[in-house]
């Protein structure tokens, strides 16, 4: 089982600035199976990233991810108002697992 | 345009049984391996179950195995999620989820259903 850490656990920012999401894998995950998701308040999680630095699409490229082995990051350029929300990253092993989250709130 | 429709959530109580269903429209459903996934409110996502194509080979959380069946109708476009010996904690907004044909993501939600186990 591949444990998935995010960090940090709430992150509050005013629209406009830069966000810094980080997921750190237990072991090494491939990149190929490494996913952002989105998710708002009753709502069903929305495909961000995938294979680590792949905008899903629609997404707007404000978003970008990144990272190799055990350590992925998901930025977020310039934090629109729609963008303060939960986010997922996850591996898509033969269990997949998702991190706990990180909430992106308003400051 | 592609869909996935979740139903069959609601009250039950502790060691009861219950059966979602999860219908899909807008894809060949048949090509697709199929997972669940459930959430409790405010907390994170926890993958529960995946079945393959022709139901042949399935899979389960710990947590969920061995009262937890999986299942498909390829004919009905339609998964289902047999829930037998419930728990408290299996209380949670149940997701099927449909990952991309390289089985690498999870390219597809539906909407949800609430599951609640309270006596």
């Known amino acids: 089982e591949i444990v998935l850490t995010q960090s940090p656990g709430t992150l509050s920012l005013s629209p406009g600035e830069r966000a810094t999401l980080s997921c750190r894998a237990g072991q090494s995950v491939t990149s190929v199976y490494l996913t952002w998701y989105q998710q708002k308040p009753g709502q069903a999680p929305r495909l961000l990233i995938y294979?680590?630095?792949n905008r899903a699409t629609g997404i707007p490229d404000r978003f970008s991810g990144s990272g190799s082995g055990t350590d992925f990051t998901l930025t977020i350029s310039r934090l629109e108002p729609e963008d303060f929300a939960v986010y997922y990253c996850?591996?898509?092993?033969?269990?997949?697992?998702f991190g706990q989250g990180t909430r992106l709130e308003i400051k | 345009e592609v869909h996935l429709v979740e139903s069959g959530g609601g009250l039950v109580q502790p060691g009861g049984s219950l059966r979602l269903s999860c219908a899909a429209s807008?894809?060949?459903?048949?090509?697709?391996?199929m997972h669940w996934v459930r959430q409790v409110p405010g907390k994170g996502l926890v993958w529960v179950s995946r079945?393959?194509?022709?139901?042949?080979?399935?899979s389960y959380a710990d947590s969920v195995k061995g009262r937890f069946t999986i299942s498909r109708d390829n004919a009905k476009n339609t998964v289902y999620l047999q829930m037998n010996s419930v728990r408290v904690d299996d209380t949670a907004v149940y997701y099927c989820a449909r990952p991309s044909i390289t089985r690498a993501y999870f390219e597809l939600w539906g909407r949800g259903t609430q599951v609640t186990v309270s006596s």
């Open positions: 294979g680590a630095s």
């Open positions: 996850q591996q898509y092993g033969t269990s997949p697992h």
């Open positions: 079945i393959n194509t022709d139901g042949s080979s399935t």
């Open positions: 807008g894809f060949t459903f048949s090509s697709y391996w």
